[in-house]
């Protein structure tokens, strides 16, 4: 932040699941300045994330999203007692999870995403079993709670078909609602850059319709991919689609509740249920 620079203030942000992030407040020459400093817990082996995530910045950070830039780094957490750091610009607005519109506030995702997706940058190419958490190689496991086990057995059978071919874009992927910031009914912020790559576009829209269908509704999931259809003039691979859609397991309303962070009331039983429904919708596209 430069010489004479003093941390004069600071707060812990809501939300963060894997790492702690906290707004900082610097004093230098008189001026105040609001950062943020995320921090991974010490001793977890996390430099390699760490690293990874200020890679991915530097690939975002002229694509004219609204994106941190990096400031300061410590992935070794020499300076930290042990913890890897990243110290980022503060983005203005908030996480939103309380639209007055819905309608509104759908559209403006899916419009971020489709300027996100038409960016021509590097990314490794996606694999579908090697780059997230769903591996068929172990098996897949009915939800606990599924209210009809046979939907999530039929998807399920469409998994062992080999992935379609797709036209492959520049992916965010972990594009959820809550690493959306807003600010006046826009879109200030687009967070956590874990995990680019360049895939189907479905993947980036599913993992946000599995959010939406667990946390509000199956139709607001419908929604958000005729809202994406309609503003990108393409028809989303329902292959690909489901596979986001599968996203969802046994640990992922408590994922969901630590992330929304008392934004919003969270109706956890029902989070399965609602997911199922666009399954078997997103079955029924598939044919």
Not at 80 to 91: E, K
Not at 153 to 160: N, V
Not at 197 to 206: E, L
Request: glycine share 10%.
């Amino acid at each position: 932040m430069g010489r004479g620079s003093r941390i004069v203030g600071h707060r812990r942000l809501t939300g963060g699941v894997c790492s702690a992030v906290h707004r900082l407040t610097v004093e230098r020459r008189g001026t105040r300045t609001f950062v943020v400093l995320r921090q991974y817990p010490a001793g977890l082996g996390l430099q390699a994330g760490l690293e990874k995530e200020i890679a991915n910045l530097g690939v975002v950070a002229r694509s004219g999203l609204p994106v941190p830039r990096i400031l300061a780094t410590d992935v070794a957490g020499a300076s930290t007692g042990g913890a890897p750091s990243l110290l980022m610009t503060r983005l203005p607005g908030q996480v939103h999870l309380n639209p007055a519109e819905p309608r509104s506030w759908m559209t403006k995702i899916a419009e971020i995403a489709v300027s996100l997706h038409s960016l021509d940058l590097p990314a490794k190419v996606f694999r579908p079993w090697a780059d997230s958490w769903i591996a068929p190689r172990d098996g897949f496991q009915v939800p606990v709670d599924a209210q009809n086990p046979a939907v999530w057995k039929a998807a399920f059978a469409a998994m062992a078909a080999p992935p379609p071919d797709d036209a492959a874009v520049f992916l965010h992927g972990d594009f959820l609602p809550v690493n959306l910031l807003w600010s006046r009914g826009r879109i200030t912020g687009l967070t956590d850059w874990n995990s680019i790559h360049r895939g189907a576009r479905a993947i980036d829209v599913g993992h946000c319709r599995r959010y939406l269908a667990a946390l509000y509704s199956p139709e607001w999931s419908e929604q958000l991919r005729s809202h994406y259809e309609s503003i990108a003039g393409v028809t989303l691979d329902p292959w690909w689609d489901l596979y986001a859609l599968l996203h969802h397991d046994d640990s992922a309303p408590k994922w969901i509740r630590g992330q929304v962070a008392g934004r919003r009331p969270v109706d956890v039983p029902g989070m399965t249920s609602r997911v199922e429904v666009a399954i078997e919708t997103a079955l029924r596209r598939l044919g």
